[in-house]
């Protein structure tokens, strides 16, 4: 049964996963959009709209909080200040998925995730 169990394994071990989530945030926030399955689009958009929902406090407290989700201060310094104002007025929903297709070497579903434009 899986009762209470957040998430996707991903088929990896907590450590190899955790390290392929930050590593997925990390490129969203500083490119603005990445490409990927879309399983691993899904899970870290949930940790994303998470991260986003605290730095668009600004304070010193969201701060550490995003660090210690996201530990690189340059990156953690794009999302609160370039990022999260962009977001000010919204309620959540901060990124989008997109289907684009199927990998060709293993047929596998891709996705792009990217933040939503703030006009919008």
Not at 48 to 77: F, K, M, Q, W, Y
């Amino acid at each position: 049964m899986k009762h209470q169990k957040k998430g996707r394994g991903l088929s990896l071990p907590a450590d190899r996963r955790l390290a392929l989530v930050r590593n997925m945030m990390r490129s969203l926030v500083i490119h603005q959009a990445i490409t990927t399955t879309e399983a691993k689009a899904k899970e870290v958009q949930r940790h994303v709209e998470s991260l986003v929902t605290v730095a668009r406090r600004g304070t010193v407290h969201a701060r550490r909080v995003a660090l210690a989700a996201l530990p690189d201060s340059s990156v953690i310094n794009i999302l609160i200040h370039e990022v999260a104002p962009k977001f000010v007025d919204r309620p959540g929903g901060y990124t989008r998925i997109t289907r684009v297709g199927f990998r060709r070497g293993d047929g596998a579903q891709m996705a792009r995730l990217e933040f939503v434009d703030a006009e919008a």
